[in-house]
């Protein structure tokens, strides 16, 4: 019997898991695949790593946008802890954001955006073009403006979810990958564990694991796992949707300086000298294929505001599952079972929303009360 059964090892188990580890509770996160960089896994494997609170700022989603500030402040220091447990970097860069306008009518577009980030006090600077070629040299000479956003960062996903696999398992953390949980053990009203088998396994396979608490942390495969049955008033409206990236290999004459984003397409400088550009948002349920239309609109758009990339070598193509709730907004903290736990709906900014998501969760389960900061997202507001 563990004190905390986590089920999805993506970043929001693991770290949730890491954190609860540290604290000395005994913590086992329950993992189909294995969360390794090289092997395609939850929607952190795929992630392009934006940490973009003012970027992705909406107009419409104040609380959104005060738990990224809060979990970007967080990120430096859940950075250092986390590379000094793992022994590994997370690829943490602080070189900002270039929101650029693609022609005219997006620079309208940034207008009201900055507009409103004057109101809101946010740090984003105006600049016209010329300006902003001398910030980031690559840019079209066609873009008419664009914005600077000094505090947007980025993180390499797929290292940051290798290094929490590693912190967590050095923290004590017991890590059960290639087992998937086929439903929660609810009994007498409350959860007490689950039934999982391994990967791949018939269902004559079934282990029952037992547990005082359970969280599921299984993204966009949350849903399926709590529809049926006791855990059914449990299940969040939580979605897949569907994103494809692509990465080229930067050249010396073409290195980006910072994260160049438009408002339909992103591109990511990676350490290891990869541009990842992304990303596609489609609802097409839990299919992951590549599509050739929407490698086609990730190289446009990009070619728009970044001519230079037409002779860059395609590496790679990729697609991954985005969790998200019917609001957009995540889904944090108690459900209507007893002793069992919900972290989901991380939508497009999970690996930002991580650090603050993960101490706020360990703390609702290490004290029994929810902090304030994940109020705004209980899966009760659904009704
Ligand atoms: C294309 C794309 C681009 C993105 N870009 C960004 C970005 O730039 N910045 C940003 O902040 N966020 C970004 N995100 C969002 C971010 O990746 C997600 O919000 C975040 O990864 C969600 O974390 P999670 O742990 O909840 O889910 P996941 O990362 O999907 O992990 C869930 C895990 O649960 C496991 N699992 C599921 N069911 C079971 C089961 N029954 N038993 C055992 N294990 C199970 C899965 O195998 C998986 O490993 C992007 C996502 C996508 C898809």
């Avoid at 602080?94 to 997006?106: H, M, N």
């Avoid at 923290?171 to 791949?200: K, M, T």
Wanted: proline share 6%.
């Amino acid at each position: 019997m563990t004190d905390v059964l986590i089920v999805g090892g993506g970043v929001m188990g693991l770290a949730i898991g890491w954190r609860l580890a540290r604290a000395g509770v005994e913590t086992t996160v329950l993992e189909r695949d294995v969360a390794d960089c090289d092997r395609p896994s939850g929607a952190w494997w795929a992630a392009a790593g934006m940490l973009a609170p003012l970027s992705e700022a909406g107009f419409d989603d104040p609380h959104a946008l005060a738990f990224g500030r809060a979990s970007l402040d967080l990120y430096p220091r859940f950075a250092a802890e986390l590379e000094e447990d793992a022994g590994r970097s997370v690829g943490l860069r602080t070189e900002g954001t270039v929101i650029a306008a693609a022609d005219r009518d997006e620079a309208a577009w940034l207008r009201r955006q900055w507009v409103y980030h004057q109101e809101l006090g946010l740090p984003t600077q105006w600049m016209g073009g010329d300006e902003a070629r001398e910030r980031e040299p690559h840019l079209g000479p066609r873009v008419p403006a664009a914005l600077f956003a000094p505090t947007d960062h980025q993180v390499d996903s797929r290292l940051l979810g290798a290094a929490l696999r590693r912190a967590f398992v050095a923290r004590g953390g017991v890590l059960r990958e290639g087992w998937e949980a086929s439903r929660i053990d609810v009994d007498g009203g409350r959860a007490a564990g689950v039934w999982a088998r391994p990967s791949g396994a018939e269902d004559g396979a079934e282990e029952r694991i037992g547990a005082r608490r359970v969280l599921v942390c299984a993204g966009s495969w949350t849903r399926l796992l709590l529809a049926d049955g006791a855990t059914a008033t449990a299940a969040p409206p939580v979605r897949p949707v569907k994103g494809q990236l692509l990465a080229l290999e930067m050249s010396p004459l073409l290195t980006l300086a910072h994260v160049v984003r438009t408002r339909r397409v992103y591109l990511v400088p990676r350490e290891d000298g990869r541009l990842v550009v992304g990303a596609t948002s489609e609802e097409a349920g839990f299919d992951v294929r590549m599509t050739a239309g929407g490698v086609l609109d990730l190289l446009r758009d990009s070619w728009e505001v970044l001519p230079g990339i037409y002779d860059l070598p395609l590496l790679q193509t990729w697609a991954g599952l985005r969790p998200v709730s019917r609001d957009g907004l995540p889904v944090l903290g108690a459900t209507p079972v007893d002793g069992l736990y919900l972290a989901t709906g991380h939508g497009r900014n999970g690996i930002l929303l991580t650090p603050a998501t993960a101490l706020a969760m360990a703390d609702l389960l290490a004290t029994g009360r929810a902090p304030d900061a994940i109020l705004p997202f209980a899966l009760s507001r659904f009704g």
